[in-house]
């Protein structure tokens, strides 16, 4: 198993430019989330799905779209880059919500 | 009443010294207690987790202590070893997903 998958690992954008970052998971888990996670500091929700085709808001969701059209893949869009959106983005699942979150490799995004 | 207040920041303990780690929570709902440990640029792992109607739980060297009517817990390393050096986040989740403390940076020198 792969676990949880994260690409790119590394990118820059320039103010104003969209992308999506992408995750995929080959548990069956049916719990996904989204993290960011700013330099020393701890981890804040973005977005998470409960299962394909739910998403909910968390913590920190402006600026942010999410899809999840199957178990497997959860991307994460950004629109409209912003220097606020420059931190370290995590994707996680679970099988519930009480059970072990596993986390991807992360994907460092600056926006210059 | 989501958060979950960790402290200290920052830890030093000596080899073989005892790490010890707290967070208060408000939410009686939270019924699930993790906490996880992370190196720097690799994402966060699960440690050890804890609900609510145990006292304590040990895994070798982590044990965690859960007092519900106080509504506090804690981490504890026994006989800390440099490879223990990493940030631990406690965390809850009751009736919304996971909550995480804002992080320990834990060092331990020889």
């Known amino acids: 198993n792969a676990g949880v998958t994260q690409t790119p690992k590394f990118r820059i954008l320039k103010i104003g430019q969209s992308m999506t970052l992408q995750c995929a998971q080959d548990m069956n888990h049916n719990y996904m989330y989204w993290y960011r996670q700013d330099p020393g500091m701890g981890l804040k929700l973005i977005y998470y799905s409960v299962g394909a085709g739910i998403t909910d808001k968390g913590e920190v969701p402006n600026g942010y779209n999410v899809s999840r059209s199957t178990t497997e893949d959860f991307p994460l869009r950004l629109e409209l880059a912003a220097p606020s959106q420059t931190s370290v983005y995590f994707c996680?699942?679970?099988?519930?919500?009480?059970?072990?979150?596993?986390f991807g490799p992360g994907t460092r995004l600056t926006v210059t | 009443q989501q958060q979950v207040k960790q402290s200290p920041q920052s830890l030093i303990v000596q080899k073989g010294g005892i790490s010890i780690i707290n967070c208060a929570y408000e939410n009686t709902a939270f019924d699930y207690f993790p906490w996880y440990q992370q190196f720097p640029g690799k994402g966060p792992a699960l440690l050890i987790a804890?609900?609510?109607?145990?006292s304590e739980k040990k895994e070798g060297r982590f044990t965690i202590s859960f007092n519900k009517s106080a509504k506090q817990f804690s981490l504890h390393i026994m006989d800390s070893q440099p490879g223990d050096s990493a940030t631990y986040f406690c965390?809850?989740?009751?009736?919304?997903?996971?909550?995480f403390g804002k992080g320990t940076r834990l060092s331990v020198i020889a």
């Open positions: 996680a699942s679970s099988y519930d919500r009480t059970y072990e979150q596993y």
């Open positions: 965390a809850a989740t009751g009736n919304t997903p996971l909550v």
């Open positions: 804890i609900r609510p109607d145990v």
